[in-house]
């Protein structure tokens, strides 16, 4: 099945940049899905970008 | 019944699909032993002995698909005599399908290029060992 990349990646001998579009088995998608390497990457929320209190 | 789309089933290195690819095939075989004597009554008698198989996988040439695995990667595994891992399998598996997984080596690459025509491969890829099969769930 086919793939956006989010976030760089290497694996199984492959090099991936952010935003390429590979052909992989099933099983290796779920792999790349549970690592995390198939999902936008998360927004900081505003509390977290706000994370420096001020005295 | 669940017949599908000879398009659909791909050869993959490391779980990455063989880029450009038109044609596709994976043969298994398996050797006999003959132990035919006067007492088989006329009729051949075998035993099972090795079984072995091989991929192959024909298509255009693509030496910069940094994406899938290319011309340049099937010549790197067989230049660097490498065991890779194949899996031939559908694109979009569903339940009961099955896929095959084994280790082989590259053992024939072919480049050609006819005038005013595209530029294809082709390659052979001899199994080592054992060949599993896997149903989606």
Redesign the interface.
């Known amino acids: 099945?086919?793939v956006t990349i989010q976030k760089a990646c290497k694996l199984?001998?492959?090099?991936?940049?952010k935003g390429?579009?590979?052909?992989?088995?099933?099983?290796?998608a779920e792999?790349l899905k549970k690592k995390g390497y198939l999902d936008a990457p998360k927004k900081k929320t505003e509390d977290e970008s706000n994370d420096i209190t001020e005295e | 019944m669940a017949i599908f789309n000879g398009t659909e089933l791909g050869v993959y290195i490391d779980s990455t699909l063989i880029a450009a690819a038109t044609d596709c095939s994976l043969s298994l075989s398996m050797e006999t032993i003959d132990i035919t004597t006067k007492d088989s009554a006329g009729w051949r008698e075998l035993l099972a002995g090795t079984r072995s198989g091989s991929i192959s996988c024909s298509g255009l040439i693509d030496y910069t698909d940094a994406s899938n695995k290319d011309t340049t990667d099937l010549f790197a595994a067989f230049e660097n005599r490498t065991a890779l891992s194949l899996t031939f399998e559908k694109a979009n598996e569903v339940t009961g399908d099955l896929s095959f997984a084994c280790t082989g080596f590259l053992t024939s690459l072919e480049q050609s290029g006819g005038t005013e025509d595209t530029a294809t491969y082709s390659a052979t890829f001899e199994i080592s060992g054992v060949i599993t099969d896997t149903a989606a769930s």
Do not use: I
């Not at chain 1, 199984?12 to 940049?17: I, L």
């Open positions: 099945m086919k199984h001998g492959n090099n991936w940049k390429d579009t590979p052909t992989v088995t099933t099983a290796f792999k």
